[in-house]
């Protein structure tokens, strides 16, 4: 594991909005959970609320996409989380079934070169069946740390 500490579950919105050393509002915003960050892997969760459903009542694909977004790309940053940002580059998902549960979503870096990274993930439900997969590319960025 990295040496950035992730929120213990009973953590308040305050403490839950440091996304592994990065103030991310959006993902505080639709409540994206940190769970843990080591090297080349990100998992996180999404817990049900009405707010992220679609018209039938299943958690939206927009909020299934920003989720994976945040959670492949902190894979891709997870070596150097606080030296590194990243921009996504391109992004692909593919939507195997609905979801109406709470999720967890998991990314990995499969190939990390001096300024890109290569990550797949996926989005699975309460009863551990697939929903989404992803792959996207990311741009590695150094923060400025002034």
Same mark, same amino acid.
Do not use: Q, W, Y
């Given at each position: 594991m990295t040496s950035v500490d992730t929120p213990p579950p009973s953590a308040t919105p305050a403490e839950l909005a440091n996304y592994f050393g990065i103030d991310v509002p959006f993902m505080t915003h639709i409540g994206l959970v940190p769970t843990s960050l080591g090297d080349g892997i990100c998992v996180t969760t999404l817990p049900l !609320?009405?707010?992220?459903?679609?018209?039938?009542?299943?958690?939206?694909? $927009?909020?299934?996409?920003? =989720?994976?977004?945040?959670?492949?790309?902190a894979a891709a940053r997870s070596h150097d989380p606080l030296r590194f940002g990243v921009v996504t580059v391109e992004f692909t998902t593919h939507f195997i079934d609905r979801a109406h549960t709470d999720l967890t979503i998991i990314? !990995?870096?499969?190939?990390?070169?001096?300024?890109?990274?290569?990550?797949? $993930?996926?989005?699975?439900? =309460?009863q551990d069946q697939l929903v989404v997969t992803a792959r996207a590319v990311f741009k590695l960025i150094a923060r400025d740390r002034s």
């Open positions: !609320r009405p707010e992220l459903a679609n018209s039938r009542g299943d958690v939206h694909g $927009g909020t299934m996409m920003s =989720a994976l977004d945040f959670t492949l790309s990314g !990995r870096c499969i190939r990390r070169g001096k300024s890109l990274a290569f990550c797949d $993930g996926e989005v699975r439900d =309460a």
